[in-house]
């Protein structure tokens, strides 16, 4: 992956939640995809992909998760993708929003999973996916 972009893990709630950040190259989009498909096989089948931090151009590249949403889905989870308004307004034009469950914050994301409303974001505890 070039230093422009970047994949961080943690966890929010029990709930995994993968963070993208900067350009949507090629190798961000195969990681995202690798880190994904490790975690649904590791039996988590409710995931929150936040891209608030991604850039808009090329947030289309998130079509390529369709294998692994479908795979998710199979087994009665869902892939939740958070963005900010004009990313969620892009993915929609794309009609991705099909694939994944759209919210515009963890919080909202966390509490449709969990049934519960999230009221606070809590500690950031990050982790790096090496490779």
């Known amino acids: 992956?070039?230093?422009?972009?970047?994949?961080?893990?943690?966890?929010?709630?029990?709930?995994?939640?993968?963070?993208?950040?900067?350009?949507?190259e090629p190798a961000l989009t195969d990681a995202l995809s690798e880190m994904i498909?490790?975690?649904?096989?590791?039996?988590h089948f409710d995931i929150v992909v936040n891209v608030q931090r991604a850039a808009l151009e090329g947030?289309?590249?998130l079509r390529s998760l369709s294998r692994s949403a479908l795979a998710?889905?199979?087994?009665?989870?869902?892939?939740?993708?958070v963005g900010t308004v004009e990313q969620?307004?892009?993915?929609?034009?794309?009609h991705i929003e099909s694939l994944f469950r759209l919210a515009s914050s963890e919080e909202g994301a966390i509490g449709r999973i969990k049934r519960v409303p999230i009221l606070s974001t809590g500690a950031r505890i990050t982790a790096r996916c090496s490779q």
């Not at 498909?37 to 039996?43: D, E, I, K, T, W």
């Open 72 to 81: 998710i889905r199979s087994h009665y989870g869902h892939l939740d993708v």
């Open 1 to 24: 992956m070039a230093t422009g972009s970047a994949l961080n893990l943690r966890l929010h709630s029990g709930v995994p939640i993968v963070d993208v950040q900067g350009s949507w």
């Open 88 to 94: 969620i307004d892009a993915l929609m034009t794309e």
């Open 37 to 43: 498909g490790a975690l649904a096989n590791a039996g």
């Open 59 to 61: 947030i289309s590249a």
